[in-house]
């Protein structure tokens, strides 16, 4: 059978895969299985607990993965699992307890059915951490389960879901009295250790009884679904792996962040710090994946030889490179000193941002600025890669690439570019190239981090868990500042303060802009049109719109746009209000100065002052498209030969129609303003005008006319506008603004009724022939005009 695409042969384990006669033993199995998994170890085993054990891998997480993977049909055949701890306890509690914690919120019968099955399982037997005594009966209880199966080789998985203080006894205590014929091995979590020398001493000790081989240490974060999908990502993509080094990318962030606090863990959580928990750990690992060479292979070995080889070009971190927080209460949330359980000075910071740098030809001078806190604004984990800026010269202000890979919540990498936008206009917006793994995955389930380690630990392989020099190596990174924060070589540094529920120190965004890094806050901004039209492409890698401010659009709203209307209006004062009361000088014109021209020739100097007013338009738009000037957009255009005293009615009632029809505009779009009110205007001509050459009906006729054609003048340009390229926009107003009065006027050669009908009917002839380009116009627009109402932000795709 031919190979299925995209195998990665490499990848598979070394050792013997558990896949039958297999008993899972987890110590430490008597909590309360339904806590949530940061409860303080202490109450799963009512152990006395040292000062600096902390929580590991709490059975509420260890169970609940055990029972996925039966689910899913991946623990061995005939798997039994065993609990251990000192609580005594009979099956039916136990397995009270144990049931709690397993979901099955729909009810569903095929899980409930599951649930059973997975209950007959498993059996529990109570016994001490310390006594030889105990171990032995284990193995008893062990041997007998192990005798109902058929083949002779015995294998067995420890998982210790304990606190530290006892890893060694224990350890010891199972090598000695409880190690099978077959394969055995043992998982265990952090805390590895606090520094350099306890985690030397502790791995030591557990190196007395258990080979690296048979080791299993689990950093949950490497069982995550997108830290696991590094190594592909990074090496089966040239497109990535060209660029992944201190030439293209400008600086890093890993981010941890937590919407909680403490709450009621704070006893434990001081004796460690926002270090220890995850930057020293989770966040260091996720770095040391990004920045490794490539592998050989994909072997277990090869993988770790390369993560211990750059973790090893990381020199100790610097106390000037290391910004350190502890929340404070706020929006109703307690503050971290407010925790009963922390002591009343503690100076133990709950956030912590820090800055890496890897000596090595590949990553030389890129700050890694690592950073994590409890209390914050959202939960997120992700790293943020920022490029460098694009060579200057022919880009100005342009967005920097980021690639974002979100581990979690919803799983996802997104790709931040510049593209063009579509139309004529070229001018750069950022947009991002989105894999969100809930739409283009959205027939997987993304397996639970535990799920993964534990299946990896069935099968023997060992990439995704930490090997001794790699720990090694990471505490030497971070003991000095550790030590430096305890106050050890000198006086503990304070934590600045944050309040909770924010981003954490108001001093971070400084901190992170020392490093290099740029925001593009003005650039980013989710919106319902990113978001519909995000769901229009779901089930594909999609190009999303980022949407940015449209700089070439005319501003609508804002203090830029009222300026405009401010300097339009003072423009319009000495020019658009002589061309608008032409009438007058044209009525001067014709009986007094020059009565030897015709109408139509002395229209051409209204009609060529129009003209200068728009005419420059295209000489004028360049400008504007050069230097940003708006004042061009606002220029409206009209013609008007009528006397003094009807061109006073329809200015006056002109004047609410400059306004009224805008604000309609706004709320029902232009066009449908517009056209119904160049409609009306053509009604007034042929119902008003034409059939009624008397005093009356042209006062109402005026007033009407004033009221609708007001609109006309107000949204033409508006609509041309819209409709229009900024470069044609100036022309294609003065050109209608320079034929439209010289063509009325040739219609009264003289000033005799009969002409003026001629005139009328033209003028009404031309604006019901407006009112239907308007209608075409429209129609050909349809589609463009609907996707500019889904998304207002968009501007409008101009039409040639
Ligand atoms: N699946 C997803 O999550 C996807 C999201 N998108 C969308 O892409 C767009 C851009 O995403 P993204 O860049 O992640 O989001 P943001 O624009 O929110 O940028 C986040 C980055 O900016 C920092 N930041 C946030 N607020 C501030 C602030 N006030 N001052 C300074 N820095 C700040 C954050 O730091 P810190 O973390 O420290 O707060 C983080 O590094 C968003 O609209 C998003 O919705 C697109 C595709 C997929
Ligand atoms: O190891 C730890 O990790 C958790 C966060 O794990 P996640 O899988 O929910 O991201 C953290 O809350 C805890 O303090 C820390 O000890």
């Not at 006894?169 to 952090?190: D, T, W």
């Not at 971290?336 to 740098?357: G, Q």
């Not at 609508?556 to 004062?573: I, T």
């Not at 003289?750 to 429209?778: P, R, S, Y």
Request: contains cysteine.
């Amino acid at each position: 059978m031919a190979a299925k695409t995209g195998s990665i042969p490499s990848m598979g384990g070394s050792h013997a895969e558990l896949k039958d006669d297999t008993i899972i033993i987890v110590l430490g199995a008597s909590g309360d299985l339904a806590k949530k998994k940061h409860i303080v170890i202490a109450e799963l085993t009512e152990l006395p607990i040292p000062a600096c054990d902390v929580v590991i891998a709490p059975p509420s997480q260890t169970f609940p993965a055990l029972f996925g993977l039966f689910k899913m049909g991946y623990l061995p055949k005939d798997v039994h699992i065993i609990g251990y701890a000192r609580t005594k306890m009979d099956e039916v509690e136990y397995h009270k307890r144990l049931t709690s914690n397993l979901k099955n919120p729909d009810n569903d019968p095929e899980v409930s059915a599951k649930i059973e099955e997975f209950k007959k399982l498993s059996t529990y037997i109570a016994g001490s951490y310390e006594d030889t005594g105990a171990f032995k009966e284990l193995n008893k209880h062990l041997e007998e389960v192990e005798n109902k199966y058929t083949a002779k080789s015995r294998n067995r998985l420890f998982y210790l879901a304990l606190p530290p203080s006892v890893f060694i006894p224990v350890a010891k205590h199972l090598r000695v009295n409880c190690y099978a014929s077959g394969v055995n091995r043992i998982i265990i979590e952090k805390p590895f250790g606090k520094d350099s020398a306890s985690s030397r001493e502790l791995l030591g000790s557990l190196k007395e009884h258990w080979t690296e081989d048979e080791t299993f240490r689990i950093d949950h974060y490497l069982g995550k679904e997108m830290v696991k999908n590094m190594l592909v990502l990074r090496f089966a993509n040239v497109a990535f792996s060209s660029g992944w080094d201190k030439n293209s990318i400008s600086n890093v962030q890993i981010t941890f962040k937590e919407p909680f606090g403490t709450e009621g863990r704070g006893g434990y959580f001081d004796e460690f710090g926002i270090i220890r928990d995850v930057l020293q750990n989770h966040l260091l690992q996720v770095l040391s994946i990004l920045t490794m060479e490539r592998p050989v292979s994909f072997s277990a070995e090869d993988i770790r030889d390369e993560k211990v080889k750059v973790l090893r070009a990381i020199p100790p971190i610097e106390h000037g490179d290391t910004l350190l927080g502890q929340y404070v209460a706020a929006n109703g949330k307690p503050g971290y000193l407010d925790d009963e359980t922390v002591p009343y000075n503690s100076v133990c910071p709950t956030f912590a941002a820090t800055t890496l740098w890897i000596n090595n030809p590949r990553w030389e001078g890129v700050p890694f600025i690592l950073k994590a806190g409890k209390a914050l604004n959202e939960a997120k984990v992700e790293i943020r890669i920022q490029y460098k800026d694009v060579t200057q010269g022919i880009f100005k202000d342009i967005s920097r690439n980021e690639l974002v890979i979100r581990i979690q919540p919803t799983e996802s990498i997104y790709l931040k570019l510049n593209t063009k936008t579509p139309g004529l206009s070229t001018r750069a917006v950022p947009i991002e190239m989105d894999l969100t793994y809930k739409r283009r995955f959205s027939d997987s389930k993304i397996p639970e981090a535990y799920e993964s380690l534990i299946l990896d630990a069935l099968k023997g392989d060992h990439s995704n868990f930490v090997r001794d020099d790699e720990l090694d190596v990471a505490w030497k990174i971070f003991t000095p500042i550790l030590h430096w924060i305890e106050g050890k070589n000198g006086p503990a540094p304070k934590p600045l303060q944050y309040p909770y529920g924010s981003r954490g120190p108001k001093e971070l965004d400084p901190f992170i802009h020392k490093y290099g890094y740029r925001r593009s806050d003005n650039l980013y901004k989710a919106n319902e049109a990113s978001d519909a039209l995000a769901d229009l492409e779901a089930n594909t890698a999609t190009v999303l719109p980022a949407v940015a401010p449209v700089t070439d659009e005319i501003p609508d709203g804002g203090r830029q746009a009222w300026l405009v209307v401010f300097g339009s209006s003072l423009a319009m004062f000495s020019s658009f209000g002589i061309v608008n009361s032409y009438g007058v000088f044209q009525d001067y014109y014709t009986t007094t100065l020059l009565t030897q021209s015709s109408s139509s020739t002395i229209s051409i100097i209204g009609a060529f002052q129009l003209f200068l007013l728009y005419g420059l338009g295209p000489i004028v738009g360049r400008i504007f498209d050069t230097f940003g000037l708006r004042l061009y957009a606002n220029l409206h255009g009209v013609d008007s030969n009528l006397s003094q005293y009807l061109l006073a009615i329809i200015n006056a009632f002109g004047i609410p129609a400059r306004v009224i029809p805008g604000i309609l505009a706004d709320r029902f779009g232009v066009l449908e303003v517009l056209l119904p009110c160049t409609l009306l205007s053509a009604l007034t001509v042929f119902v008003l005008w034409l059939p009624f050459p008397s005093t009356g009906p042209i006062v109402a006729f005026s007033a009407l006319y004033g009221l609708f054609s007001g609109a006309f003048v107000t949204l033409l340009p508006a609509y041309v506008g819209v409709r229009s390229p900024v470069d044609k926009f100036g022309a294609r107003l003065a050109v209608a603004a320079l034929v439209g009065t010289p063509t009325a006027g040739a219609f009264v050669p003289t000033f005799t009724q009969q002409k003026f009908v001629h005139l009328i009917i033209f003028t009404g002839v031309l604006e019901v022939a407006g009112g239907v380009a308007l209608v075409l116009a429209h129609l050909t627009s349809l589609t463009e005009i609907r996707r500019a109402e889904v998304n207002r932000n968009e501007p409008l795709k101009i039409g040639a």
